[in-house]
């Protein structure tokens, strides 16, 4: 049974240690569950990004809060590199997991299709698979010398992502931004932050069903409207370039960093 | 008419190493690569053929994809995809590329994003074109210092694609697969090969029929004045807008 | 680009010999194609059912044009046994790849990953694994011992199937219906039909996008109003039980087989 | 209260037999099992624990899935089904079951339409229910024709699901993974043991409690008879109607 409940109940129930899949920027960033997972003090994250990271993650990594990061990429975009990923990577205060987009989704898929692993092509010749001794090479079954890599799955425990709507059985509303899906299926389950929660069922039409996560999937649900901001969300409204720049600018020091947190955690220090 | 600025003939250039593709993707902050597949779509058109399919990541215009973002890899990996841009912080001689970052990984100074999806287009993509504006001995390496994707695989493994040519604001390679390496095949104007080897961290082979990159047609000129800016206006405001001042 | 086309040209475009997938009974079958399918004389078909087949696949038999049949189970429901098929099986008349609906999917979902095989639970100690030599029993890469089996990718020539609604552009409706998109993303083109073809993109809503199959799978789309008649579509209009009981009666014996089939082709006889 | 029906009984043990499940998904043609998972869902919601999830294939009000027909496989294979029902034209004494066709294959005779989902289903499901309401050495035998799918595996293979019981209109077994065969639970009211083996292909355990098949409670009774009726009218109107008649 899905939970409708508050920014911090939901942020409350991520442990020490989670494994926690996050969304690309583009996808719906449960940004306004930042700041409330960050001030609950779970540590020790290991984060997934599906399949690149920006703004989240940096906050995450700048306030202290992950071990291990598995992406194929953490950028600001337009405002530059991730400063706190970029301290962290040349400090050796992180265990890196670097990828490339499709493994990431391939470990997912793998989770959930229920199979230990999915074969991908390229990878062969590069370094990620000299520091990844986690893919292996192996022979496709079907012809004899030809070199594939097996990528295992990637099972998080949780989900957490933003979308437009649910509905009061814990449906959600993803259209067209599947990942979400792939995110959900491959982790025990999902906790999802959406703009409005309405009273009709999303699957009764079936127009609005074709975009729906079943509830199936979903551990918990909380009301955050502009909830992805300063990132935009898909239909809904556009990503507030200024305050990531502005964020982008704060961040390259630790005590600004500070500062910039604690504007909306209402804490002191984190690093 | 006002003579082509250095980034119309790189837009031109790119929709020349476009010719006969189906369909091109482009990444997300690629509006160069955007400029020139949008530039041989228009050609086409004018010509009557049939018109390229763009798809850009991060467009709700160019995006055709909707089973997120697995799809472009997808649909790449099915073979539906003729063509892609990579650049790289560090390329190299054999066409490795590398996006993570420089030094001793995993404490690279600099770090870079990462590798993208490079670890698998890069292989399945039968034209990938590197770009990069920049060119320097920093960028064109003689071995990068972490290969985020191999510019060639040993024939034990399938690999349709790989790199196709390299563009930089000063020169135009096109790679040669059978022997691992770039072959300078055009200069930009107004400098010569002397300058590109002095600037270019590689051995490279130089072409027999080198010569100057070609300046835009009249044609094309005009396309990317009109149409292709507008069209590039929805995805790129900004870029649209300065390209108009040039 | 997609073409739109009659009927007639949809069905001519199918050469003899084509790996052709077609969808379940619930899935939006191109029941209105059928006739001019057989009537166009294509033979050696390899039918690929995704992962089932019913009415269509039984009139492809009976009609003489199925060389290979790769299934889960072919039956027409509540009507009971599919009899062209139960009369070819016993014949020894096709060439039969029984198969269990996942790994179909999971062939497919291969091929939609251009990957040559994917990894799949269960199967072992059936004799489905014996009489499918081309499914090989492999080692989890990440588990000595563990032994799983891969099926390789099934990449059929042509998905074909029926659908609501198409635009100008050749954007299909699927809805949630969404074996449809794996077959198309599997086979080199889809032809599909559907009940209407509307003026307006199907992309430019992000509610209808989120239910869309893009152009850029589809090769040929022709109008077919009811088209999936015997057989229902979702949200469309119910299946159609006394016609398909009928055929059941009628299929019992190859004379009023060709009968049945008479009345939709205009042709005589075809076993 | 009009005493229970033989398919009244036959709904009750089901629903029994899904005490504690949190999933069941029911396949297209099951009725009797999808009243059952009804019937568990209500006297659950009426004890005021949390209700049943019921997935049933073909049925517009109790679909949740939204990705086609892989999601039940995908969703059975991650572990979130807990129970499924599977039949056979042959189930024998290991719990193999065969839904291909009896005699040599691959020409069959007769044939059956094929294994559909079995090949995964009965290996990832940890409480799969055989029901069949035939009980007779022609479907219960000591080793069936084909093996769809095989009710036991060596321990080289990871297997979270298999068999649970066998449900039929005379008796009722639970499987015994350990030893591989079943063992007979209950028999049907005015049958006896002796005709459960003189009806059944293949040998089987006796349990030390053996007894006839509880009949449903008023309580169950009363809420088949109303409440399941209703919710089954949606997806098999006809078995609605004729459960009213009996």
């Known amino acids: ?271 | 008419m006002r003579p082509a600025s250095d980034r119309e003939r790189l837009i031109a250039t790119v929709a020349e190493l476009l010719a006969g593709v189906h369909h091109v993707a482009v990444g997300a902050s690629s509006p160069i690569p955007a400029a020139g597949a949008m530039l041989r779509r228009a050609v086409d058109a004018k010509r009557g053929e049939a018109p390229v399919r763009i798809s850009i990541l991060g467009s709700a215009r160019h995006n055709f994809f909707t089973n997120g973002s697995s799809e472009l890899f997808d649909c790449a990996a099915q073979g539906r995809i003729d063509a892609f841009f990579l650049g790289g912080g560090q390329i190299d001689g054999q066409g490795d590329i590398n996006l993570v970052g420089a030094g001793d990984y995993p404490r690279s100074a600099p770090r870079w994003p990462g590798s993208f999806g490079s670890g698998l287009l890069y292989y399945v993509v039968p034209r990938v074109i590197l770009f990069r504006e920049e060119h320097s001995p920093r960028v064109l390496v003689e071995k990068v210092d972490f290969i985020s994707a191999a510019g060639a695989s040993p024939p034990s493994v399938r690999r349709p694609g790989g790199p196709y040519a390299l563009l930089t604001s000063l020169a135009l390679f096109r790679f040669d697969k059978a022997r691992r390496c770039f072959v300078l095949t055009g200069v930009a104007p107004g400098h010569d090969t002397d300058e590109v080897r002095d600037r270019t961290g590689f051995g490279f082979d130089v072409a027999e029929d080198l010569g100057p990159i070609p300046e835009p047609s009249p044609e094309a000129l005009a396309l990317i004045r009109d149409r292709v800016r507008g069209e590039l206006a929805e995805t790129y405001p900004q870029f649209a807008e300065t390209l108009r001042d040039e």
Not at chain 1, 90 to 119: H, R, W, Y
Request: charged share 20%.
């Open chain 1, 1 to 271: 049974m899905t939970e409708i409940v508050s920014l911090e109940e939901l942020a409350a129930r991520i442990p020490s240690g989670a494994k926690l899949a996050l969304p690309a920027d583009y996808a719906g960033v449960a940004m306004a569950a930042t700041w409330p997972l960050i001030a609950s003090g779970a540590r020790g994250l290991h984060i997934v990004c599906v399949p690149t990271g920006g703004l989240q993650i940096d906050l995450l990594i700048g306030a202290g809060r992950v071990q291990v990061l598995e992406t194929s990429a953490v950028t600001l975009g337009e405002a530059g590199g991730a400063p706190a990923f970029v301290r962290a990577v040349c400090e050796g205060g992180l265990e890196l997991l670097d990828a490339t987009c499709p493994a990431i989704l391939s470990g997912l898929a793998a989770a959930q299709k229920g199979v230990p692993f999915m074969p991908m092509r390229g990878l062969i010749g590069s370094d990620l698979l000299r520091v990844r001794p986690d893919w292996r090479v192996t022979e496709n079954p079907f012809e004899p010398g030809d070199e594939i890599v097996a990528i295992p799955a990637i099972r998080p425990d949780i989900a957490l992502f933003h979308a437009a709507e649910a509905d009061r059985d814990g449906n959600v509303w993803i259209g067209r931004r599947r990942e979400l899906a792939l995110m959900a299926y491959a982790s025990a389950t999902s906790f999802v932050t959406v703009e409005r929660i309405r009273d009709a069922s999303l699957l009764d039409d079936e127009v609005t069903a074709a975009g729906v996560l079943p509830a199936l999937y979903v551990g918990a649900i909380a009301h955050a409207p502009n909830g992805a901001w300063p990132y935009g969300l898909w239909g809904e409204y556009p990503t507030d370039a200024a305050e990531i720049a502005r964020y982008a600018e704060m961040a390259r020091s630790e005590a600004s960093f500070s500062a910039y947190l604690q504007r909306f955690t209402g804490t002191a220090a984190f690093a």
